[in-house]
């Protein structure tokens, strides 16, 4: 250990949630360093869709899932897919989701995430001006598809049920997607279009702007890997590889890996595990869609970005050290296969696979312990750049208790002794 370096408040992990809240906390007048051994955004935040999905009210598992699970866990090429050798492991996270499928508790998780949601898009407006850079982020909608006519119901339904959740969402004909989105197939037979959502052209530059801001704020970015923490009387130490943080509190926000160090510093095991995902990204299809869109039957989605069009999707449950499987991104291209005029061009297209943080009730946890000295910001699986901005300004908020703000939701959701 050669540094110790001393901070207001140390944040560890510069993905978008760790980046958003230090340039928050800085602006507030703390010191804040970062501590990340990656350049800002290289984990989950780089990769990511890009959408704005403040639609997405629902957990990703429900009951109706659980019949198609055994048909769905047999296809390895599936958008669900689990690696039988991790099993072991992930055993008890099934467990604990599937008992979040009860009706309370399912309720919870559906006010929890909606709560978040519906304060995304105002908290990204307000973040992206305050930078200067409104225009990585395009307020134009998105788009969910249906090819086959028995989806019908399908899509009827969910209207219905987000609808139930004060999600604004209209029933669009197959004419009226074609016509917005003229390069898709004749086979689609409509859609849902969500008009409060959007998607941002880059999600890597978000985090790297937002970086920029920071450092200009005075926040210091140290390349450094947190390996240990503990609370002291006056504050948190941190154990890097190469030196040691002092700090007055430390925000834990890094992503899937957060579990061991919220463990080295509360005492408290938490139930993180990753649903990991991938993406290809087609550099040659510039402006094939003017949103992004989703197709209910072949669960994948396409965002058209600043560096052509990105297909993501899938769910794997392998854990954190085992390889990426780069044949599931290339399998998105297969997917796409039929849903344009033309099918997509995937000259020069770049795989990627990147870790979601997932906690078994789908809300992250964003919460204040050990006397305010460590406040912890992660778990935000699919929705993590939508709910970044709220993020930051709740984080802020739980130094301030003291300034009501109405707007925003309360931590009871999201708190760390809820498991
Ligand atoms: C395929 C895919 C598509 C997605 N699409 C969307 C979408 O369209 N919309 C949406 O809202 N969300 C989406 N998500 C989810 C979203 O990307 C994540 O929820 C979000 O990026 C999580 O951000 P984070 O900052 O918590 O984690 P990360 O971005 O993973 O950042 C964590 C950081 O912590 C660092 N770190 C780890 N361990 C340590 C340590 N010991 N010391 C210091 N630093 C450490 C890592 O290096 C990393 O930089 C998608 C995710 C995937 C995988």
Known sequence: MSDTHTADIAVIGAGIIGVACALQLARQGHRVVVIDPQAPGMGASYGNAGHLATEQVFPIADVSILKRLPAMLMDPMGPLRLDWKY??????????????????????????????????????QRLLHSIEQPQLLREDGSLLVFERAESR????AL??????????????????????????????????????????????????????AAKVQGVQFIKQRVVDGR???????????????????????????????????????????????????????QDRLPFAVTS????????PMAGGL????????????????????????????????HDLSAQGATPWMGFRPSLPDSLPIIDRVC????????????????????????????????????????????RLDRF
């Not at 008992?99 to 519906?118: D, F, H, K, Q």
């Not at 604004?168 to 004419?175: I, R």
């Not at 008009?195 to 970086?211: K, R, S, Y």
């Open 371 to 414: 006397d305010g000295k460590v406040l912890l910001a992660f778990g935000h699986q699919h929705l993590g750049l939508t709910q970044a901005a709220v993020t930051a300004e709740m984080v802020v908020q739980l130094l301030k208790p003291e300034q009501l703000n109405l707007g925003l939701p309360t931590r009871g959701a999201y």
């Open 231 to 285: 609370v002291e009387d006056d504050g948190v130490s941190l154990m890097t590889d190469h030196s040691v943080v002092a700090a007055r509190q430390v925000l834990i926000a890094c992503g899937a890996h957060s579990a061991r160090l919220t463990a080295a510093l509360t005492g408290k095991k938490v139930p993180l595990d990753t649903e990991r995902g991938y993406h290809l990204m087609l550099p040659q299809e």
């Open 153 to 156: 119901a399908a899509i009827e």
């Open 310 to 341: 990105r297909l993501a999707g899938t769910v794997e449950f392998a854990g954190l050290d085992r390889p990426a499987n780069m044949q599931r991104a290339w399998q998105l291209h297969r997917l796409s296969q039929g849903l344009f005029r």
């Open 159 to 212: 209207q219905q049920r987000m609808q139930q959740q004060n999600v604004t969402v209209d029933l669009w004909s197959g004419d009226a997607v074609r016509q917005a989105a003229p390069q898709l197939s004749d086979d689609i037979q409509g859609a849902l279009f969500f008009p409060g959502t959007g998607h941002f052209i880059d999600p890597f530059q978000v985090v790297g702007e937002l970086a920029k």
């Open 87 to 124: 099993l072991p492991r992930a055993l008890p996270w099934f467990v604990r989701l599937l008992l979040n499928l009860r009706p309370a508790s399912y309720r919870r998780t559906v006010a929890g995430i909606r709560a978040l949601n519906e304060a995304s898009l105002g908290a990204w």
């Open 296 to 303: 209910l039957e072949r669960k994948f989605i396409m965002t």
